[in-house]
């Protein structure tokens, strides 16, 4: 038998057993209450009767007494009336002594009866010489009447039957009678109660079965949760229905499942976790440049291989002597940071844990010893970064690297223990992972920025000019703002060249690059187009704004001549072509193109000029003119310049090749 029959035979049991037992209770207690009221109802009804004759055989001796105390002659007349007035049935009047006259025929005298006659009773009243007897007919009718005032039917004779009750005959009492109640037989009553208990097992049947059901379901699922759990579906959850006890086991459950799934995915995924963070990370060393993608990489396999909580990756600064935060995981406090605002976290080289090992390049492991203005943690292990020594001793000594380029720590194992030799032994793997791609990233972007720029003037060169005009233009156009681009040209170079020789030539350019880049701000941008032509992009500048600019590059050059080794100075003047977007280009070629044309009017001008570009030729009419050269340029609105001498508008640090 299963669970849920025995629970559902136990629930009939428990319920149906007191509902017979009830039941039979009631019907007892019924049949015994129905008994006893008909014994008190047959008990009111002896009373009533013996009563009722009493009172009639009284009221026929007062009639019979009433006629006798009349006068003679009268007590004819006395008897009519009484018997008019209902107190006897007749009043008969015979004359003196007793004999078989006295009475009436099948009457019994209330006085002293027989039990004989019952067809009438009488009171018999004697006076003087004559006897008067007042006599009451026993009829249907005047049963009737005592059977309404007794509530019990009432028959002449003796009938004994179940639930009877005999009058026997004395005075006061002349009828032989049996008195009978009816006893009600509450059969309608039984079938009400055998219609509740049926009822009630049936209902009992549906609430046991939902109740055996609801209880072993539960159970049930459980069961299967189980079996699939031991079959290796640690998927398996056991739905839970309500919070009672059944709802706690199936939650015990599946917290136990989640935790032994846990585990087991724990060790059968750590070698796999490992091993995919070393693939990635060597794809990544050898797809990527980005160094902070890298270091990223790096951090994360070695929290996997050595079971760290969190860790950070810091990168010395060589021009600040500090250490800068580049990223992180895990960490709290003052230093959970999101990546962009984490570069705001600094550590002088030489304070505390982390400073110390950048600056003796040792590493260190331990607990409580670290700085207050580092991440907080109960266990720490760091180790420097370090470029390979070959490299080191394979670059220039103009542009050295630092033996240490960083520190990566790592911070709380997994579990509370401290670091060990082995976890400083595989961090020391990893760092010098990490030292290796930053070099290579550094010598990548020095690389590149190298072929951006041109090496006689250090301004950027034809390659980046693309580049960026198409970068500013696309800026402009979509904030709506102005963009001025100046095409500058050394006037008479090539006599330059040919008077003071190619070395002369080569220190007129770089001067001339340096007092470009000394006259602009740090947001405009100068390039070398190629030869003895030049190229600067002013961001939001408008015509006049690149008309005072154009003419304070001319005055800068003409004013000051360039000084050659041992031959004196060279006077120099440029001439400049001046040209702004949208206004006279609706794209970076046309308004380049405009300003090449503005620069070829400013040398049929006379040279040592600038000149605006036409409206005309590229973009809408309707722009500014320039100011006559050589007359005082009121500076406009919104494009004030910097002072002449300021060292701005030269190259960018390497990474702003690819975008400011």
């Given at each position: 038998m299963t669970l849920r029959g025995r629970l559902t035979a136990a629930f009939l049991v428990v319920v149906l057993g007191p509902v017979l037992l009830g039941s039979i209770f009631v019907a007892l207690t019924v049949s015994t209450v129905s008994r006893d009221r008909a014994a008190e109802r047959l008990d009111y009804a002896v009373t009533t009767v013996r009563t009722g004759i009493s009172a009639i055989c009284r009221q026929l001796q007062a009639a019979a007494d009433a006629v006798a105390v009349v006068p003679a002659d009268e007590r004819s007349a006395v008897a009519r009336q009484l018997v008019a007035r209902g107190l006897a049935s007749d009043i008969q009047i015979f004359p003196g002594g007793s004999g078989a006259q006295s009475k009436p025929a099948r009457a019994d005298d209330c006085a002293a009866p027989t039990g004989t006659n019952t067809s009438a009773i009488v009171a018999i009243a004697t006076v003087d010489t004559q006897?008067?007897?007042?006599a009451q007919t026993v009829d249907e009718a005047f049963l009737a009447r005592l059977a309404a005032a007794g509530g019990a039917r009432v028959t002449i004779g003796s009938h004994p039957e179940a639930g009877g009750r005999e009058l026997s005959v004395g005075p006061g009492q002349p009828l032989p009678l049996t008195l009978t109640v009816a006893r009600t037989k509450p059969l309608s009553l039984y079938a009400v109660l055998l219609a509740v208990v049926i009822a009630a097992g049936f209902a009992a049947m549906v609430v046991a079965r939902w109740l055996a059901?609801?209880?072993t379901r539960p159970l049930g699922d459980l069961a299967w949760a189980a079996d699939q759990v031991a079959g290796g579906d640690l998927d398996t959850r056991v739905p839970i229905v309500r919070p009672d006890e059944l709802g706690r086991l199936a939650a015990t459950f599946n917290r136990m499942t989640r935790e032994l799934q846990a585990y087991v995915q724990a060790l059968t995924a750590s070698r796999d976790q490992l091993r995919g963070h070393l693939a990635i990370l060597g794809e990544?060393?050898?797809s990527t440049h980005d160094v902070d993608r890298i270091l990223q990489v790096i951090l994360r396999t070695a929290l996997a291989a050595t079971g760290a909580r969190s860790g950070l990756v810091l990168l010395l600064d060589p021009a600040g002597g500090h250490l800068v935060a580049r990223c992180a995981i895990g960490l709290t406090g003052a230093w959970d940071l999101p990546d962009d605002k984490l570069a705001t976290m600094r550590l002088p080289v030489g304070s505390g844990v982390l400073g110390g090992v950048a600056a003796a390049g040792e590493s260190r492991r331990g607990h409580g010893e670290i700085a207050s203005t580092e991440p907080p943690c109960r266990t720490y292990v760091a180790v420097p970064i370090r470029a390979?020594?070959?490299?080191?001793?394979?670059?220039?000594p103009a542009e050295p690297i630092p033996a240490t380029l960083g520190v990566l720590a790592l911070y709380d194992r997994v579990g509370g223990d401290d670091f060990d030799d082995a976890d400083l032994r595989t961090l020391r793997t990893f760092a010098g992972q990490?030292?290796?791609?930053?070099?290579?990233?550094?010598?990548?972007?020095?690389?590149?920025?190298?072929?951006?720029t041109d090496p006689l003037t250090g301004l950027w060169n034809y390659r980046y000019l693309r580049e960026s005009l198409r970068r500013e233009v696309e800026r402009a156009s979509r904030f709506g703002r102005t963009l001025a681009v100046l095409v500058l040209d050394l006037d008479h170079f090539?006599?330059?060249?040919?008077t003071y020789g190619h070395a002369a030539g080569d220190a007129v350019l770089g001067e001339f690059a340096r007092r470009i880049r000394i006259g602009l701000r740090e947001v405009?941008?100068?390039?070398?187009?190629?030869?003895?032509?030049?190229?600067?992009?002013?961001?939001?500048?408008?015509?006049?704004?690149?008309?005072?600019?154009?003419?304070?590059?001319?005055a800068v050059v003409r004013d000051r001549p360039v000084p050659i080794d041992g031959r004196g100075t060279v006077p120099v003047t440029v001439s400049i072509g001046v040209a702004v977007f949208p206004e006279h280009g609706s794209d970076a070629?046309?308004?380049?193109?405009?300003?090449?044309?503005?620069?070829?009017?400013?040398?049929?001008?006379?040279?040592?000029?600038?000149?605006l570009a036409d409206p005309s030729a590229g973009g809408p009419s309707g722009g500014p003119q320039p100011p006559s050269a050589g007359a005082p340029k009121p500076s406009p609105p919104g494009a004030s310049r910097p002072p002449l001498g300021v060292p701005t508008g030269g190259p960018q640090p390497p990474r702003q090749a690819h975008g400011r």
């Amino acid at each position: 038998m299963t669970l849920r029959g025995r629970l559902t035979a136990a629930f009939l049991v428990v319920v149906l057993g007191p509902v017979l037992l009830g039941s039979i209770f009631v019907a007892l207690t019924v049949s015994t209450v129905s008994r006893d009221r008909a014994a008190e109802r047959l008990d009111y009804a002896v009373t009533t009767v013996r009563t009722g004759i009493s009172a009639i055989c009284r009221q026929l001796q007062a009639a019979a007494d009433a006629v006798a105390v009349v006068p003679a002659d009268e007590r004819s007349a006395v008897a009519r009336q009484l018997v008019a007035r209902g107190l006897a049935s007749d009043i008969q009047i015979f004359p003196g002594g007793s004999g078989a006259q006295s009475k009436p025929a099948r009457a019994d005298d209330c006085a002293a009866p027989t039990g004989t006659n019952t067809s009438a009773i009488v009171a018999i009243a004697t006076v003087d010489t004559q006897q008067i007897t007042a006599a009451q007919t026993v009829d249907e009718a005047f049963l009737a009447r005592l059977a309404a005032a007794g509530g019990a039917r009432v028959t002449i004779g003796s009938h004994p039957e179940a639930g009877g009750r005999e009058l026997s005959v004395g005075p006061g009492q002349p009828l032989p009678l049996t008195l009978t109640v009816a006893r009600t037989k509450p059969l309608s009553l039984y079938a009400v109660l055998l219609a509740v208990v049926i009822a009630a097992g049936f209902a009992a049947m549906v609430v046991a079965r939902w109740l055996a059901r609801t209880t072993t379901r539960p159970l049930g699922d459980l069961a299967w949760a189980a079996d699939q759990v031991a079959g290796g579906d640690l998927d398996t959850r056991v739905p839970i229905v309500r919070p009672d006890e059944l709802g706690r086991l199936a939650a015990t459950f599946n917290r136990m499942t989640r935790e032994l799934q846990a585990y087991v995915q724990a060790l059968t995924a750590s070698r796999d976790q490992l091993r995919g963070h070393l693939a990635i990370l060597g794809e990544t060393l050898s797809s990527t440049h980005d160094v902070d993608r890298i270091l990223q990489v790096i951090l994360r396999t070695a929290l996997a291989a050595t079971g760290a909580r969190s860790g950070l990756v810091l990168l010395l600064d060589p021009a600040g002597g500090h250490l800068v935060a580049r990223c992180a995981i895990g960490l709290t406090g003052a230093w959970d940071l999101p990546d962009d605002k984490l570069a705001t976290m600094r550590l002088p080289v030489g304070s505390g844990v982390l400073g110390g090992v950048a600056a003796a390049g040792e590493s260190r492991r331990g607990h409580g010893e670290i700085a207050s203005t580092e991440p907080p943690c109960r266990t720490y292990v760091a180790v420097p970064i370090r470029a390979p020594a070959a490299v080191d001793e394979a670059l220039p000594p103009a542009e050295p690297i630092p033996a240490t380029l960083g520190v990566l720590a790592l911070y709380d194992r997994v579990g509370g223990d401290d670091f060990d030799d082995a976890d400083l032994r595989t961090l020391r793997t990893f760092a010098g992972q990490a030292g290796v791609a930053v070099h290579n990233v550094r010598v990548h972007e020095e690389a590149q920025r190298l072929s951006l720029t041109d090496p006689l003037t250090g301004l950027w060169n034809y390659r980046y000019l693309r580049e960026s005009l198409r970068r500013e233009v696309e800026r402009a156009s979509r904030f709506g703002r102005t963009l001025a681009v100046l095409v500058l040209d050394l006037d008479h170079f090539k006599e330059v060249n040919d008077t003071y020789g190619h070395a002369a030539g080569d220190a007129v350019l770089g001067e001339f690059a340096r007092r470009i880049r000394i006259g602009l701000r740090e947001v405009d941008v100068a390039f070398r187009q190629g030869g003895e032509e030049f190229v600067v992009l002013l961001p939001e500048t408008d015509a006049y704004g690149g008309a005072i600019v154009a003419e304070r590059l001319g005055a800068v050059v003409r004013d000051r001549p360039v000084p050659i080794d041992g031959r004196g100075t060279v006077p120099v003047t440029v001439s400049i072509g001046v040209a702004v977007f949208p206004e006279h280009g609706s794209d970076a070629q046309r308004v380049l193109r405009a300003a090449d044309d503005a620069l070829y009017a400013a040398k049929s001008a006379g040279r040592d000029t600038y000149r605006l570009a036409d409206p005309s030729a590229g973009g809408p009419s309707g722009g500014p003119q320039p100011p006559s050269a050589g007359a005082p340029k009121p500076s406009p609105p919104g494009a004030s310049r910097p002072p002449l001498g300021v060292p701005t508008g030269g190259p960018q640090p390497p990474r702003q090749a690819h975008g400011r």
